[in-house]
């Protein structure tokens, strides 16, 4: 591996962590294994610019290949990664970095996203009609949802993106 693709791989880890860190600012709110293995993915590809196969990221990053291999093949089945077989195969982005977003990303790995079921106009609850914790539990989820359907690749890949991300903007 030459110096500058190990550097960045090692950047990469470095966003992931931070990634995370805004994702996740509380500790109830998770992604998947499987979501993390698709932005870890889609980060490698944006960063190297070059075709990669399942093995060579799992490798690389220490993550299962028999699940990543899974991953890869949800993401290409939606548009945002092409696939090719052979020697010179592997996975490269469908799309532009700007407009791969994160949310969609989650939501194609793990579903349509909710907070709590006050949030999930399909779920139903008991006590719906009189619970003082619906709208506030709506607003936290559209706040989330709105950060992440909002974030694009290139913005996490982007040194620049992480040193503007702040609490203050999640709160906004």
């Known amino acids: 591996m030459s110096p500058?693709?190990?550097?960045?791989?090692?950047?990469?880890?470095?966003?992931?962590?931070?990634?995370?860190?805004?994702?996740?600012?509380?500790?109830?709110?998770?992604?998947?294994?499987?979501?993390?293995?698709?932005?870890?993915?889609?980060?490698?590809?944006q960063v190297t610019q070059a075709p990669a196969s399942a093995r060579t990221i799992a490798v690389t990053y220490h993550l299962?290949?028999?699940?990543?291999?899974?991953?890869?093949?949800?993401?290409?089945s939606s548009g945002i990664l092409h696939s090719k077989r052979g020697v010179t195969g592997g996975y490269t982005l469908g799309k532009d970095p700007s407009e791969i977003y994160i949310g969609t990303v989650i939501d194609i790995i793990e579903g349509p996203f909710h907070i709590s079921d006050?949030?999930?106009?399909?779920?139903?609850?008991?006590?719906?009609?009189?619970?003082?914790?619906?709208?506030?539990?709506?607003?936290?989820?559209?706040?989330?949802?709105?950060?992440?359907?909002?974030l694009s690749l290139k913005d996490i890949v982007n040194e620049q993106a992480f040193s503007r991300l702040s609490v203050e903007t999640i709160n906004k």
Request: with cysteine; aromatic share 6%.
């Open 118 to 150: 006050c949030a999930n106009v399909a779920a139903t609850c008991d006590a719906e009609a009189h619970c003082p914790a619906k709208l506030p539990m709506i607003m936290i989820h559209q706040k989330i949802k709105d950060f992440v359907d909002n």
């Open 4 to 45: 500058n693709a190990l550097a960045s791989c090692f950047y990469l880890l470095s966003c992931r962590v931070i990634l995370i860190k805004y994702l996740v600012n509380f500790s109830m709110l998770r992604l998947s294994k499987k979501a993390d293995y698709a932005i870890v993915a889609l980060s490698h590809l």
């Open 64 to 76: 299962s290949t028999q699940m990543l291999a899974n991953v890869l093949k949800l993401l290409a």
